[in-house]
């Protein structure tokens, strides 16, 4: 069982960044998939970023060119960096990991973002 534990979050003006972590209770190099999602008041919860295993990554559409998403093996810990932060980025954002077909998926208990001036 791998126990994931979001930080980072927290209240910022518009075109500010924050950097989110997720550090995981165990080794991540088994993990084909890990990311972020984010889920607003009233929405459903959407996907960010996503790594792979051999280090490909993708993004939403919204948050290409402001977002960026690494993993360090060796810290355990997935990171999104945030800049140019809008009002519209505002929302719990959880950490998620996957190691492949057959397997569960885990996901941290989430953290705030909130963008406002």
């Known amino acids: 069982q791998v126990q994931l534990v979001e930080s980072g979050g927290g209240e910022v003006q518009p075109g500010g960044s924050l950097r989110l972590s997720c550090s995981a209770s165990?080794?991540?190099?088994?993990?084909?998939?890990m990311g972020w999602y984010r889920q607003a008041p009233g929405k459903q919860r959407d996907m960010v970023a996503l790594?792979?295993?051999?280090?490909?990554?993708n993004y939403a559409d919204s948050v290409k060119g402001r977002f960026t998403i690494s993993r360090d093996n060796a810290k355990n810990t997935v990171y999104l960096q945030m800049n140019s932060l809008k009002p519209e980025d505002t929302a719990v954002y959880y950490c998620y990991m996957w190691r492949g077909p057959y397997s569960r998926e885990y996901w941290g208990q989430g953290t705030q973002v909130t963008v406002s001036s």
């Open positions: 165990g080794s991540i190099s088994s993990f084909n998939r």
């Open positions: 790594i792979t295993s051999d280090g490909s990554t």
